[in-house]
Nanobody, 125 residues
Framework: QVQLVESGGGLVQPGGSLRLSCAAS????????MGWYRQAPGQQRELVAA???????KYVDSVKGRFTISRDNAKNTIYLQMNSLKPEDTAVYYC???????????????????WGQGTQVTVSS
């Protein structure tokens, strides 16, 4: 079983930055991909960014150039660095464990039902 614990959310002004962290523990050897999702009130949960074991990353268009997903294998931790934050980035952010489908050059993220507890990010002046 895999456990995910998130940290790093909070209130920030538009244009500001936050960094989210997600520490994984348990049977993590079966996990070859991880992602960050977000869910705003009244909206569906969406995949924001994903990273696979080879280091390749994907982002939803709305955050490209502003968010960066990274990992520290020694700490079994992934991060989401969020810069130039906008009010529309306000949501609960969730860490997810998943699988990479496809090849190293063309891959897709398949989420598993393994979630962190969620952390609130609010962008407001």
């Amino acid at each position: 079983q895999v456990q995910l614990v998130e940290s790093g959310g909070g209130l920030v002004q538009p244009g500001g930055s936050l960094r989210l962290s997600c520490a994984a523990s348990g049977s993590i050897s079966s996990i070859n991909a991880m992602g960050w999702y977000r869910q705003a009130p009244g909206q569906q949960r969406e995949l924001v960014a994903a990273i696979v074991s080879g280091g390749s990353t994907k982002y939803v268009d709305s955050v490209k150039g502003r968010f960066t997903i990274s990992r520290d294998n020694a700490k079994n931790t992934i991060y989401l660095q969020m810069n130039s934050l906008k009010p529309e980035d306000t949501a609960v952010y969730y860490c997810n464990a998943g699988r990479k489908l496809g090849t190293d050059s063309i891959w897709y993220y398949q989420r598993l039902n393994i979630w962190g507890q969620g952390t609130q990010v609010t962008v407001s002046s």
